[in-house]
C-alpha cells in the first residue's frame, strides 16, 4: 500500500492514471452504443483506418505533435467508416466482410507511411510505432489535456443527447416517424465513436482499442437490462480498468500500460460472465437447478394424486393408498440428481410421508 501511494506521488504517474481514467469512461459510455447497435468491429477498422491518418499529420506538420496526430487519425478514421457505409450501400458485400476490407486496406497503408516516416529525416524523433500497440507512459500533462478535454465533450454530448441516441439504437423507424434527423444522428454517433477511438491510440493503441472499446460494455450487459445503467456501468468498469492497469504496470517497471488495461478489463468480464444477475452463467445454472427442482415437485405430486385417485376408485373411497418410489417414477421419470433433493424438501413441507422402507404416502 506504501508503495502504490508513493508511486501516486510521481506527476507522471498522475498524468498516465487521469488520462487513462478518462479513456475509460468514454470508450464505455461509447462503446455501449456500438454494442447494442451490432457494430462492434466497427471500432476496430476506425483504430485500425486511423494509422495513416497519424503518419500523414507528421509528414505535413513535420513534428510529433498531439494534437495534429488527433486531428489526422480522427479524419482518417472517418474516412474509413465513409467507405465502410460507401461499400455496404453500393455493392452486395456485407458489412463484416466491408469492415475486414478496409480494415486491411487502411492498416496496409499505415504500415507503408509508417515505415517511410521512419526513415525519413525525423522519423526517429516521431514516436509513431508507439500508436500501434500504445505507449500510455509516453502520456505527458499536454497529452492528458487534450485526452480530457475531448473525453469531457463526447461524454457531455452522449449524456446530453441520451435519449435521441437510445431512441436511433433500438427503434430507428420509430425515431424517423417522430421527425427526427436520423441519418445526423448516426453520422454524430459514429463521430462520437471515432473520437473516443482516437483518444486511445497513445494509451492501447491500434491493435487493442477495439478491445477497450466493447470488453467494459458487454461486461456491463451482464448486470442490467436498461441503458442508462449499463452505460454509468460501462464506463465505470472502464475506469476501474485503467487504474488497474496503469498501477500495474507501474509496479512491474516495463510492462505496458495498454495490454494491462485491456487484461484487467477481461478480468472484470470473465467475472461477469460467470457472477452476472442477468445473464451471467452461475445465476443462470441456479435458475435452471430451481426451475429442475419445481418441475420435479410437481411431478412427484401429480403422479402421487392419479395414483391416490386410483386407488380411492379401487377400493370404493376407503383407502387413498401407499405407493412405492418405483411406481411414482413410472408414471413421469425424474432425473436421479435431483430427486432425492426434492423428496427432502417435499418431505419438510409435510407434502408427503416417506416411510422407512420406501414407500410414499
Known amino acids: 500500500m506504501d508503495t502504490i501511494l508513493y508511486m501516486l506521488r510521481d506527476p507522471n504517474v498522475q498524468w498516465v492514471l487521469l488520462g ?17 447497435r ?23 506538420y513535420g513534428a510529433k505533435s498531439m494534437s495534429w496526430f488527433l486531428i489526422g487519425a480522427a479524419v482518417s478514421g472517418l474516412i474509413g467508416t465513409y467507405c465502410i457505409q460507401a461499400v455496404i450501400k453500393h455493392s452486395r458485400i456485407k458489412e463484416d ?46 497529452d492528458v489535456q487534450i485526452i480530457s478535454t475531448i473525453a469531457f465533450v463526447l461524454i457531455f454530448i452522449t449524456f446530453l443527447l441520451f435519449k435521441e441516441l437510445k431512441l436511433i439504437t433500438f427503434d430507428p423507424q420509430f425515431a424517423q416517424g417522430l421527425g427526427m434527423p436520423v441519418k445526423l444522428l448516426n453520422g454524430l454517433l459514429m463521430t462520437l465513436i471515432v473520437g473516443a477511438v482516437v483518444i486511445g491510440l497513445q494509451a492501447v493503441g491500434v491493435i487493442l482499442m477495439a478491445a477497450m472499446l466493447i470488453t467494459p460494455a458487454i461486461t456491463a450487459r451482464y448486470w442490467t437490462e436498461r441503458l442508462d445503467h449499463m452505460v454509468i456501468l460501462a464506463g465505470l468498469v472502464g475506469a476501474i480498468s485503467g487504474v488497474i ?23 472484470c468480464f470473465i467475472f461477469s460472465l460467470l457472477f452476472g444477475t442477468k445473464k451471467g452463467l452461475v445465476p443462470r445454472a441456479i435458475k435452471q437447478m430451481k426451475v429442475k427442482n419445481q418441475i420435479t415437485s410437481e411431478n412427484i405430486l401429480s403422479s402421487l394424486y392419479e395414483l391416490s385417485e386410483g386407488s380411492l376408485l379401487n377400493t370404493e373411497g ?19 440428481m ?3 433433493k426434492v423428496l427432502k424438501e417435499l418431505r419438510q413441507k409435510k407434502l408427503i410421508f416417506i416411510e422407512d422402507n420406501g414407500v410414499l404416502d
Open 20 to 36: 487513462t481514467v478518462l479513456l475509460g469512461i468514454a470508450s464505455g459510455v461509447l462503446g455501449s452504443f456500438a454494442l447494442l
Open 38 to 60: 451490432k457494430q462492434s468491429l466497427l471500432g476496430d477498422a476506425m483504430a485500425h483506418a486511423a494509422l495513416p491518418g497519424i503518419c500523414i499529420a507528421f509528414l505535413l
Open 97 to 142: 466482410t466491408a469492415i475486414g476490407l478496409v480494415l486491411s486496406v487502411f492498416f496496409g497503408a499505415g504500415i507503408v507511411l509508417l515505415t517511410y516516416v521512419q526513415h525519413h529525416g525525423k522519423g526517429n524523433q516521431a514516436g509513431l510505432d508507439s500508436f500501434i500497440f500504445g505507449q500510455a507512459a509516453a502520456i505527458v500533462g499536454v
Open 318 to 336: 376407503k383407502s387413498m393408498g401407499s405407493f412405492s418410489l418405483g411406481s411414482v417414477l413410472d408414471l413421469r421419470p425424474t432425473h436421479t
Open 245 to 267: 492497469g496503469t498501477l500495474l504496470s507501474t509496479l512491474s517497471r516495463g510492462m505496458p500500460t495498454g495490454p494491462l488495461i485491456i487484461l484487467a478489463a477481461t478480468i
Open 338 to 340: 435431483v430427486l432425492r
